[in-house]
């Protein structure tokens, strides 16, 4: 008898198959013949149509081998030039996606350092997230295989169609696509991919479906527990040193306890690429460095407009130029500001050292030429972190009105809108240059172009490898015009005019494209300049005078203010005048230069610091010096060669008397000029016949270096001596 899930078929569908005759009516005849069960068709044309379970065999099998090929048609076929599984222990060894953590993560500590590990889910329902790549594939090929199962089972039954189809899968009678499936669905190929599906293997996937879909994934082998020998070697490992892992696992036998077999090299490999990346590195790199491969967080700048948040910071060029005062090779120290919402270099300086007047000249640069920032975020620096910038009423910040916040010292990530701008304009600058010196450069090239310069120097002519200070400034102005009228990559994208491609915008056309729709940039006139980037402090008003830099001014309208603070401005160029205003900023007088105490004529700020500078420079000279001086004289204890094998006799001879000649004493008035600690030996036991510029050289020398003192075999108990010339030569 028929079962209710059983599949019919027409007279004529059934005509010409294996078993049955050539036409239809031979079919109905018979059918009427064998009486086989039937029931009235449904549809046009009327008739019967009889059930597949009581029909000939071979009837069945070739209807049956029909509707796998309509089922597999609807199965779509795996990801194409991926290989089925070769081996068992392909699907072993996979590696764990580094820095991801889910809940209920493994933790243990070493040496101050937390490792987490992905948690192994040994039991409980997978979710479909935490599948792998070969987890979905063998899931997606059990459920082709189960889908076609369900489409015979609804004509033959569950039982029918799994044996019908695991014995086609044995003959490798299944649709190509569905048979390319079975070894992954198993899991295992077996021998020359011989194996195949089982009954029972069908069975437990269809019980496994009804808790859910994923539970067809089978479940991952890797091992993700902590290895007992792990925290040893990572205490060998993580080490600012960097240790190879060679190294680290050739120390680790030293270190581990009795009973801990040590890991072989491709097992200790294996468990660092499942260790999170940031913390397998905690120990190799420092708090510092590790934030490079850390997350951050994104700044969004797209509610600001232009001049509301201006970054600053000093970048040392990376070639050298010729200095400005006597064209010897040097590197200026340069200072960049940029707009952050557009991207804009605004401003930028140069000078000898990043000091509080470059980065002074570079907010003046960008306020005169593009606008005046609402905030100034610069790092802590000493050229930003000062009293002309920071005082609350005579600095440069609080008179434009502008208010300064600092990054976190060690965080140039935070101000990295100018740090990518020093590569492109500085660093690009530099390397059009032949006096390179950055990383890049090649060794023997810098070498060659360092000798040229140094020469040119030596010979006082201009060197061709060394550009001057007018043609390094022309340089870098044209590089930030060139930056300013490149597409950047954080801003907007536009459809070029030109070429109607869609590409990013250029900071000058952000800037116009704020202008256009109602911005108003807040800019200072230069006359303005004058008075807002000249540096203020308050001094005291002594009787219509006030003093500044050891320099006297003076104004009769200062009468009134005597015992009174004011503020004094200067320019750093001209010291002949002042600007002097009351604590309120009214001014009240251009106060001239009157007197100076120690200089006849006025010293600007700019000659002074550089006069202390020379001054400084020459005594680090002489000191030195000196130490060459003493170096020399203790040069003498040395070990003679003996040549005197290869002499003759007469020539022997003639050596020994040179010998005693030279080792004959001296007589008191004899001097030997050419050693200077003899010299001045001799010198103090004839002071009179020293002259006059000699004896104040020999006192100042000898009250200045305690050195040059013991080298004469003067001791620390001399009292001193005087001479009749009125030279006085004291003590140490």
């Keep these: 008898m028929p079962s209710k899930d059983d599949r019919y078929f027409s007279a004529r ?48 099998r070739a209807l049956l081998a029909r509707l796998v090929d309509a089922a597999a048609s609807t199965v779509p076929a795996l990801i194409p030039g991926i290989p089925p599984p070769a081996t068992p222990e392909s699907r072993l060894p996979a590696v764990a996606t580094p820095g991801v953590v889910t809940p209920g993560t493994p933790v243990f500590v070493t040496r101050n350092v937390r490792l987490k590990l992905p948690a192994t889910p040994a039991e409980g329902p997978q979710t479909p997230e935490a599948l792998k790549d070969w987890q979905r594939r063998r899931m997606d090929a059990r459920l082709a295989i189960l889908g076609l199962v369900d489409d015979l089972a609804m004509s033959h039954g569950v039982d029918a169609a799994i044996s019908h189809v695991v014995a086609m899968a044995s003959r490798f009678e299944l649709p190509s696509h569905i048979q390319s499936m079975i070894p992954w669905a198993n899991a295992r190929r077996g021998h020359d991919n011989a194996r195949t599906l089982s009954c029972r293997t069908v069975y437990r996937w269809i019980c496994a479906r009804e808790e859910g879909v994923v539970a067809l994934a089978p479940r991952p082998v890797e091992r993700y527990g902590v290895p007992t020998w792990a925290p040893a070697f990572l205490s060998l490992f993580q080490r600012p040193q960097k240790p190879f892992l060679s190294e680290a696992l050739s ?43 850390r997350i951050f967080v994104r700044r969004d700048f797209s509610q600001f407009f232009p001049g509301d948040i201006y970054e600053a910071d000093g970048h040392t060029f990376d070639s050298e130029v010729a200095h400005p005062f006597h064209g010897r090779p040097f590197r200026p120290e340069c200072e960049l500001v940029i707009d952050v919402v557009t991207r804009k270099a605004v401003g930028w300086s140069a000078g000898l050292a990043e000091s509080t007047w470059t980065v002074i000249d570079a907010l003046r640069h960008a306020c005169e030429t593009n606008c005046v920032p609402a905030m100034y975020y610069v790092d802590r620096g000493s050229g930003r972190n000062n009293h002309l910038l920071n005082d609350l009423s005579t600095g440069f910040i609080s008179r434009l009105g502008i208010t300064k916040t600092h990054s976190i010292p060690y965080n140039s990530q935070a101000r990295g ?71 950047h990559r954080a801003l907007p994208k536009i459809r070029d005019p030109h070429t109607g491609k869609v590409r990013h915008m250029s900071p000058d056309e952000r800037w116009a494209q704020f202008a256009e729709e109602g911005f108003e940039a807040v800019r200072i006139t230069p006359e303005e300049s004058n008075d807002l980037f000249r540096p203020y402090v308050v001094r005291t008003c002594q009787r219509g005078e006030v003093n500044l830099k050891n320099n006297r001014y003076f104004h009769k309208a ?119 600690v003899k010299f001045w030996r001799w010198g103090i036991a004839h002071m009179d016949e020293l002259s006059e510029d000699q004896r104040r050289y020999l006192a100042e020398r000898l009250d200045r270096s305690p050195t040059f003192r013991q080298l004469l075999g003067l001791k620390d108990d001399d009292t001193g001596f005087s001479h009749p010339s009125g030279l006085c030569v004291p003590a140490v």
């Design 251 to 293: 120390l680790l036998p030293q270190v581990l306890s009795a009973g801990i077999p040590a890991p072989s090299y491709w097992s200790v490999r294996r468990f660092l690429h499942r260790v999170n990346v940031v913390d397998l590195h905690r120990g190799r790199f420092g708090p510092r460095e590790i934030r490079k491969i």
């Design 417 to 487: 809108a100018v740090e990518r701008a020093h590569q492109t304009i500085f660093i690009g600058v530099a390397k059009t240059l032949a006096t390179y010196i950055g990383k890049p450069m090649d060794p023997e090239a810098k070498k060659k172009v360092f000798t040229a310069t140094r020469l040119a120097v030596a010979q006082g002519v201009v060197s061709p490898y060394l550009p001057s200070w007018a043609e390094f400034k022309a340089a870098v102005d044209a590089a930030i015009a060139a930056y300013n009228a490149r597409p």
């Design 13 to 60: 569908e059934l005509a010409g198959l294996p078993g049955m005759p050539e036409s239809r009516d031979e079919v109905v005849r018979r059918a009427s013949r064998e009486q086989w069960p039937s029931r009235p068709r449904q549809g046009r044309g009327g008739g019967r149509e009889y059930p597949l379970s009581c029909l000939p065999p071979e009837t069945q």
């Design 558 to 676: 200062l009468e009134g203010y005597h015992g009174q603070h004011v503020r004094v401005g200067y320019d750093m160029h001209d010291a002949s005048r002042v600007w002097v205003r009351d604590l309120d900023g009214r001014l009240i007088c251009v106060a001239g230069f009157e007197a100076n105490s120690r200089a006849f004529y006025p010293v600007p700020v700019v000659e002074k610091k550089r006069e202390e500078r020379a001054h400084g420079r020459l005594r680090r000279l002489e000191l030195q010096a000196e130490e060459v001086r003493a170096e020399l004289a203790g040069a003498s204890n040395m070990v003679d060669a003996d040549f005197s094998d290869d002499l003759t006799p007469e020539e022997k001879a003639r050596a020994d008397e040179q010998i005693k000649a030279l080792a004959a004493p001296r007589g008191d008035d004899e001097v030997d000029v050419d050693d200077d």
